[in-house]
């Protein structure tokens, strides 16, 4: 890995690093260095409709519920004294409003809205009143008839809650300075310490975040205390401290050391959280060994416990990845949160290593999940991402909470409602992981139409526009606006599925490139123009036969989306007609027209049998419903896997059986 | 249905009815009726050799854990006031006790094993102490230190414990008559009947069990206060009167009223001892309406959410039944208490209705899940029964109780021990579950290598000596030793599969003979020799397509047997041949010869991807590892399911894809 130092705060102050740029991570060292998120500015497209989405609706809806579920009134009743008898929603509710605020403190920097801002202050006003002299702050622990502080480390979420409240005062510092939630955040970290800091201290939370909070708080405030907390909280796990659980340890990866494992597994947003703080710890205590592991458990993780649409956690019990290949598309659990924790995981690592397979992950999770798991009203969430839905259901009653995974369609709140909180603050900072530089140039991962503006490592600025319609179209158009004198590169990511891909310099003929990261040297100035071009036309997947779930089926993906059938899209002449009852015949190419991409597809009815196994002499041959009369042949339209749900009840499929 | 009245008890008498047979259940009036346990004595064979091994090993190793999991001595300490402080296990722990009596019971009088009686009165002794002087009992609630009597419903298992004493006194009241045992049930029930019997009473417990125990308590005492508030209990549910929990209402069938349910939902042991409740229920009351509701809920589970092994429940999360065709191989729950259940309620329905489909489900799970879940050794069990088994696993260690679904072979004692003793006390009393009569004769639903005498409803004896070696062969001969004067009918049930099944009466010619009961009347007298031949060659099967999980895939059967692949019986000669690289060559029929059951198969080494999904311009054909130049050709042996992990840490699938 290339150590590129960043600018390193006095390690002996306890006040701000100014120069800490208004990133998610800022890694002291690293193979790229991320690019303020304020440097990338959305025009439109796929992403600056979801940015706006998120700052109109999702947002003040989000505000709302805190409000509506008395989460928000949890802080309101410690400071007057009326915990517990008031205090409405589960042990690790306070995370909510801390991630909120995170999200908060985002988009105030990238948008300057002061209401926004005056809405912030008003909540970390409310929040700071609960906090207790000694920095502890929980409004589930404690007081008479509460449990003690402390007392469960297993599912009291008390370190989690924190991991969350410090990183919404790390977005804060970074976007803003010291205000009241980044003091509260500093005291509560500065409690940590004392309360865990001891060598000989066993205790760690049974939900990892609190490990990557310290270190990001560690690179703002300098206070090298927080970097070897979060060092000693990484070490404690996979010890077996923690108790016994139904789940077993591997649930909170408290099985293997971190540094030892092979694979994630357990809890799939708890393993996440955990590699990203890991990542944290290895870079800045620059521990080669550790920082190797947890990339070889992401790889090891996209190779065989990953779904197509970058899913993670194949088990609905205990929300955890599964076993190597056991992906089912029904019942993929693949959790929003863990989404959001993968695109965190995966964006480290490839800040930290410069390897293209995590920029490939990110992209996927992003158009996939992250863009799935919030409704096209922005008032609705998945809480997971089924890729085969079986039955239709009712839609959630709009102004109910539903219990966290049992909703056949995006809901507009959970009992437990981590989803909601962690999209916004992800799509509030999602410039941050358009692009990175470093000593050379820049590097573009992920396709946007907007501006990128920004300043080198040597000072010099590169400003550039993008124009695209990316995913829907192919063509990538990149106008150099501003450039510096000296030599300087651009990478750009060419996707592991683009074979075809090509790039024109400037007026040049089209130059063939591969998948990887293509760069262009030496010859960039103001005025210069490149068009990418990643064909999106529509294709057919397939599996590794050891999933084995999704054994003679095929999907298809149209650029770096995953394309779904929807049974609202099935023709209404076949009785029983469902989305069960649909073969695609892919001797004929996916046709992608103005209207969308349709496949050729046979269809019949419904039959039952009184036993669903059937031997071959009792007249079964290779499939039991081929070769019946009542087959009948249609053109299906297909849409991106984001968009389903949007119609009202359905049944979807990812995975279409082949005829 | 046929209405055949049972001799019936006076209802006003406390008394027993001496005339009760020993059976686990004993309709007062029913298509066909329940043969006493004791006209059934196996003479080795299949069932015979396992229940030996129940008496001899399985017996004593739930009596040496039900001690050292201080499961028993919790009654001790009732009496002496030390709980809870000295309570272990879990909430429903003291109905590990009364399987383990009841199950007692079935054996002594099947064997008349005098230590056996002398063990079965000891616990019976302590278990007694620990009752309340208004029949209260429960080691868990109720004490200073302990939650309230009847304080949580839902979790509770108060009457679910009842229920599982009731069942044991009645199995001792049936094979025995009065003794303590039964006091104590007695007791707890007109305990019940007075704090549940108000009309306006909503309460119900979360596990439904104490509705069969009440019904079968009426039956032994007359007293018709059980009937009806047994009749309650099951009217109460699906109104929505338990509780909110995080696995929704119907988790406990709680969502709808039993008797509008079309399908069976919700976890699956409730499901099934729910059902088989409200079969009691319905029989007693003459409710025809309730009775087609719960057969049609079976036949529907039966048709779209059971697996091949007769297995029930595919969900690990809340050990529930999945959708419609949701049928995952490798996440199948299919606890062995859910079998046990099943063959419960489809004797239940067998009994009600004379539907053969009941006959076939209950031969299918016998063989499958019950046959499985114990060890060869007698003392080791598995909770779960899956399908495919993908990671070898350690072996559990020998003295230590895993969790409840976690182990990865089978284990001595569970922390959650529930199927041990359901397994035993089937066990004990399969002798109930081969066959039944009516006033025209004889049914064989089950078969067996032994003798059955038995009186008929006319006081005339039949005696019949059945030898085989069914169903590793297809013979079974069944010898006439005693037969009544007057005409008399056998039915003999044919399985669904077995579409070439011939019958030799007495020196004639072989007919054929179709699935389904075939009679033989008019002509049996002593020294009549009947020969039915059901072929058992190995055959393929395939599942209903729209079990997505199993597409592409084949299974063989034998007999009722399913067959299974493990990983110890590959080839050594293919580096890393794993169960998950094995393709069966269907053109090849199965073989079967003196040393076993052999498939033609195809083997390839392991490859892995970077990305297990492929499109087609990558390169990807129509199966992602065919043509690969390391294919070997071998014959891989099967051996039946209920057989696998008795040879150390193994993979194992019963669905193997297609070459």
Same mark, same amino acid.
């Given at each position: 890995?290339?150590?590129?130092?960043?600018?390193?705060?006095?390690?002996?102050?306890?006040?701000?690093?100014?120069?800490?740029?208004?990133?998610?991570?800022?890694?002291?060292?690293?193979?790229?260095?991320?690019?303020?998120l304020?440097?990338?500015?959305?025009?439109?497209?796929?992403?600056?409709?979801?940015?706006?989405?998120?700052?109109d609706?999702?947002?003040?809806?989000?505000?709302e519920?805190?409000?509506?579920?008395?989460?928000?009134?949890?802080?309101?009743?410690?400071?007057?004294?009326?915990?517990?008898?008031?205090?409405?929603?589960?042990?690790?509710?306070?995370?909510?409003?801390?991630?909120?605020?995170?999200?908060?403190?985002?988009?105030?920097?990238?948008?300057?809205?002061?209401?926004?801002?005056?809405?912030?202050?008003?909540?970390?006003?409310?929040?700071?009143?609960?906090?207790?002299?000694?920095?502890?702050?929980n409004t589930?622990?404690?007081?008479?008839?509460?449990?003690?502080r402390?007392?469960?480390?297993?599912?009291?979420?008390?370190?989690?809650?924190?991991?969350?409240?410090?990183?919404?005062?790390?977005?804060?510092?970074?976007?803003?300075?010291?205000?009241?939630?980044?003091?509260?955040?500093?005291?509560?970290?500065?409690?940590?310490?004392?309360?865990?800091?001891?060598?000989?201290?066993?205790?760690?939370?049974?939900?990892?975040?609190?490990?990557?909070?310290?270190v990001?708080?560690?690179?703002v405030?300098?206070?090298?205390?927080?970097?070897?907390?979060?060092?000693?909280?990484?070490?404690?796990?996979?010890?077996?401290?923690?108790?016994?659980?139904?789940?077993?340890p591997a649930?909170?990866?408290?099985?293997?050391?971190?540094?030892?494992?092979?694979?994630l597994?357990?809890?799939?947003?708890?393993?996440?959280?955990?590699?990203?703080?890991a990542?944290?710890?290895?870079?800045?205590?620059?521990?080669?060994?550790?920082?190797?592991?947890?990339?070889?458990?992401?790889?090891?993780?996209?190779?065989?416990?990953?779904?197509?649409?970058?899913?993670?956690?194949? $088990? #609905?019990?205990? +929300?955890?990845?599964?076993?190597?290949? &056991?992906?089912?598309?029904? !019942? %993929?659990?693949?959790? @929003?949160? =863990?989404?959001?924790?993968?695109?965190?995981?995966?964006?480290?690592?490839?800040?930290?290593?410069?390897?293209?397979?995590?920029g490939?992950?990110?992209?996927?999770?992003?158009?996939?999940?992250?863009?799935?798991?919030?409704?096209?009203?922005?008032?609705?969430?998945?809480?997971?991402?089924?890729? $085969? #839905?079986?039955? +239709?259901?009712?839609?959630?009653?709009? &102004?109910?909470?539903?219990? !966290? %995974?049992?909703?056949? @369609?995006? =809901?507009?709140?959970?009992?437990?409602?981590?989803?909601?909180?962690?999209?916004?603050?992800?799509?509030?900072?999602?410039?941050?992981?358009?692009?990175?530089?470093?000593?050379q140039?820049?590097?573009?991962?992920?396709?946007?139409?907007?501006?990128?503006?920004?300043?080198?490592?040597?000072?010099?600025?590169?400003?550039?526009?993008?124009?695209?319609?990316?995913?829907?179209?192919?063509?990538?158009?990149?106008?150099?606006?501003?450039?510096?004198?000296?030599?300087?590169?651009?990478?750009?990511?060419?996707?592991?599925?683009?074979?075809?891909?090509?790039?024109?310099?400037?007026?040049?003929?089209?130059?063939?490139?591969?998948?990887?990261y293509?760069?262009v040297?030496?010859?960039?100035?103001?005025?210069?123009?490149?068009?990418?071009?990643?064909?999106?036309?529509?294709?057919?997947?397939?599996?590794?036969?050891?999933?084995?779930?999704?054994?003679?089926?095929?999907?298809?993906?149209?650029?770096?989306?995953?394309?779904?059938?929807?049974?609202?899209d099935?023709?209404?002449?076949?009785?029983?007609?469902?989305?069960?009852?649909?073969?695609?015949?892919?001797?004929?190419?996916?046709?992608?027209?103005?209207?969308?991409?349709?496949?050729?597809?046979?269809?019949?009815?419904?039959?039952?049998?009184?036993?669903?196994?059937?031997?071959t002499?009792?007249?079964?041959?290779?499939?039991?419903?081929?070769?019946?009369?009542?087959?009948?042949?249609?053109?299906?339209?297909?849409?991106?896997?984001?968009?389903?749900?949007?119609?009202?009840?359905?049944?979807?499929?990812?995975?279409?059986?082949?005829?």
């Open positions: 890995m290339a150590q590129t130092p960043h600018p390193r705060p006095d390690s002996a102050s306890q006040g701000l690093d100014s120069t800490q740029p208004p990133v998610p991570v800022a890694p002291s060292r690293s193979h790229w260095q991320p690019l303020p304020t440097d990338i500015e959305f025009h439109g497209g796929f992403w600056g409709h979801r940015q706006s989405l998120n700052h609706v999702t947002l003040p809806h989000i505000e519920w805190m409000e509506r579920s008395g989460w928000a009134k949890n802080f309101d009743h410690a400071a007057t004294g009326e915990l517990p008898a008031k205090r409405q929603g589960r042990e690790f509710s306070d995370s909510e409003i801390y991630k909120l605020l995170e999200g908060m403190a985002w988009e105030i920097a990238r948008t300057g809205d002061q209401d926004l801002d005056r809405r912030f202050k008003e909540l970390t006003a409310r929040v700071a009143k609960a906090q207790d002299t000694d920095g502890y702050i589930n622990f404690g007081r008479p008839g509460q449990a003690p402390y007392s469960d480390f297993e599912w009291g979420h008390e370190l989690y809650c924190y991991g969350h409240l410090i990183q919404a005062g790390v977005a804060r510092a970074r976007t803003h300075g010291v205000d009241r939630l980044v003091e509260v955040a500093i005291a509560a970290a500065d409690h940590i310490c004392a309360e865990f800091g001891s060598e000989t201290d066993t205790r760690l939370g049974g939900h990892p975040e609190i490990e990557t909070a310290l990001e708080l560690y690179r405030t300098g206070n090298a205390a927080y970097l070897r907390q979060a060092q000693l909280f990484v070490a404690r796990r996979g010890q077996g401290h923690l108790g016994e659980i139904d789940f077993g649930y909170f990866q408290d099985d293997i050391p971190v540094r030892e494992a092979s694979v597994r357990g809890h799939a947003v708890r393993a996440l959280y955990l590699g990203s703080g990542v944290d710890v290895a870079v800045e205590t620059e521990d080669g060994n550790l920082l190797a592991a947890v990339q070889t458990q992401m790889i090891n993780t996209l190779a065989r416990r990953t779904y197509i649409t970058g899913g993670m956690g194949a $088990h #609905h019990e205990g +929300e955890s990845f599964g076993q190597d290949y &056991e992906l089912p598309a029904d !019942r %993929a659990y693949a959790e @929003s949160c =863990a989404g959001v924790a993968s695109v965190q995981l995966n964006h480290r690592l490839l800040l930290s290593t410069g390897d293209v397979r995590h490939d992950a990110i992209e996927r999770t992003l158009y996939n999940i992250i863009a799935t798991a919030v409704g096209a009203d922005g008032r609705s969430f998945f809480y997971t991402n089924t890729l $085969h #839905h079986r039955e +239709e259901g009712d839609a959630p009653a709009a &102004e109910e909470a539903s219990p !966290r %995974a049992a909703s056949s @369609s995006r =809901a507009p709140w959970y009992q437990v409602s981590c989803c909601p909180t962690n999209l916004t603050r992800t799509l509030a900072s999602l410039g941050a992981y358009m692009a990175t530089k470093n000593d140039g820049l590097q573009i991962h992920q396709y946007f139409s907007g501006t990128l503006t920004t300043e080198l490592t040597d000072g010099s600025t590169v400003s550039l526009q993008v124009s695209t319609n990316y995913p829907m179209d192919s063509r990538i158009e990149i106008q150099v606006l501003e450039a510096p004198e000296q030599e300087w590169t651009l990478d750009l990511r060419v996707p592991a599925w683009a074979t075809s891909a090509t790039l024109v310099h400037t007026g040049d003929e089209p130059v063939a490139v591969e998948p990887g293509v760069r040297n030496g010859s960039l100035r103001p005025g210069s123009r490149l068009l990418l071009d990643i064909p999106v036309h529509p294709r057919w997947t397939r599996a590794d036969p050891r999933i084995d779930a999704v054994r003679g089926q095929v999907a298809v993906e149209q650029g770096p989306l995953v394309m779904a059938m929807e049974s609202v099935l023709p209404s002449s076949i009785p029983g007609a469902d989305i069960s009852n649909v073969r695609v015949d892919t001797s004929e190419p996916p046709v992608q027209d103005g209207t969308g991409t349709q496949v050729a597809t046979l269809i019949h009815e419904n039959h039952d049998l009184a036993w669903p196994y059937v031997s002499e009792m007249g079964a041959t290779g499939s039991l419903d081929s070769g019946t009369a009542e087959t009948e042949r249609h053109h299906v339209p297909l849409v991106p896997y984001h968009e389903w749900a949007n119609r009202g009840p359905s049944t979807m499929r990812v995975w279409i059986p082949e005829a």
